[in-house]
Nanobody, 126 residues
Framework: QVQLVESGGGLVQAGGSLRLSCAAS????????MGWFRQAPGKEREFLAR?????????????YYADSVKGRFTISRDNAKDTVYLQMNSLKPEDTAVYYC??????????????WGQGTQVTVSS
């Protein structure tokens, strides 16, 4: 089992930045591929409806981003701290969502990931 706890969400003005953190426990973190997803308000409240944002390999040497966030968001990890991060810059109102970290296999689909955090709310005001 893997437990994931996100933090760092909040309210920010458009154009601003936030850094989300996700602390993992329960299995060796350095063996886990980690991803970030989000679910916007009003969107279908189903697991498979979560929007993929970014993924990072267990070593941190490989990353992949959704086109919607490429160039604005950066995923990184610190295996010594069992933590993965999502640095979000140039935030837009349409980035408002609940953000989730996940652990699992390399992929862009929700069901590629077996473990999920509880989510953290990010609200971007215009």
């Amino acid at each position: 089992q893997v437990q994931l706890v996100e933090s760092g969400g909040g309210l920010v003005q458009a154009g601003g930045s936030l850094r989300l953190s996700c602390a993992a426990s329960g299995r060796p973190f350095s063996s886990l591929t980690m991803g970030w997803f989000r679910q916007a308000p009003g969107k279908e409240r189903e697991f498979l409806a979560r929007e993929f944002l970014a993924v990072i390999s267990w070593s941190g040497t490989a990353t992949y981003y959704a086109d919607s966030v490429k160039g604005r968001f950066t995923i990184s990890r610190d295996n010594a701290k069992d933590t993965v991060y999502l640095q979000m810059n140039s935030l837009k109102p349409e980035d408002t969502a609940v953000y989730y970290c996940a652990a699992g296999a390399w992929g862009r689909k929700s069901d590629d990931y077996a473990y999920w955090g509880q989510g953290t709310q990010v609200t971007v005001s215009s």
